[in-house]
């Protein structure tokens, strides 16, 4: 019921930054947790971190930890990916979704169409 659009993606070399945001539609938005996910070729969409609705809690998965930050804009129904210290290994397509405040695909119901990000070393 929720339409994501991320943007922001794109080539960086090792140790670079990157801001990821994705634009979110409908009255509900605010009401949303919103996490973030990422899919890398031939390989499973996994978690990355996660924001709940009023912007008090997040969760991250522990290869971002301390280097990634979820953030949101409820008034501009936008969420925010902030990558710092990028590595290769942060290479992926990146995926918003709105849902349940989770770690697990199955507990979002909606998805952006993500945008690539790729890290350079």
């Known amino acids: 019921q929720v339409q994501l659009v991320e943007s922001g993606g794109g080539l960086v070399q090792a140790g670079g930054s990157l801001r990821l945001s994705c634009a979110a539609s409908?009255?509900?938005?605010?009401?949303?947790?919103m996490g973030w996910f990422r899919q890398a070729p031939g390989k499973d969409r996994e978690f990355v971190a996660v924001?709940?609705?009023?912007?008090?809690?997040?969760y991250y998965a522990d290869s971002v930890k301390g280097r990634f930050t979820i953030s949101r804009d409820n008034a501009e129904n936008t969420v925010y990916l902030q990558m710092n210290s990028l590595k290769p290994e942060d290479t992926a397509v990146y995926y918003c979704?709105?849902?349940?405040?989770?770690?697990?695909?199955?507990?979002?119901?909606?998805w952006g169409q993500g945008t690539q990000v790729t890290v350079s070393s």
């Open positions: 409908g009255r509900t938005f605010s009401r949303n947790a």
């Open positions: 979704a709105a849902g349940g405040y989770s770690s697990l695909r199955r507990d979002y119901d909606s």
């Open positions: 924001i709940n609705w009023a912007g008090g809690s997040t």
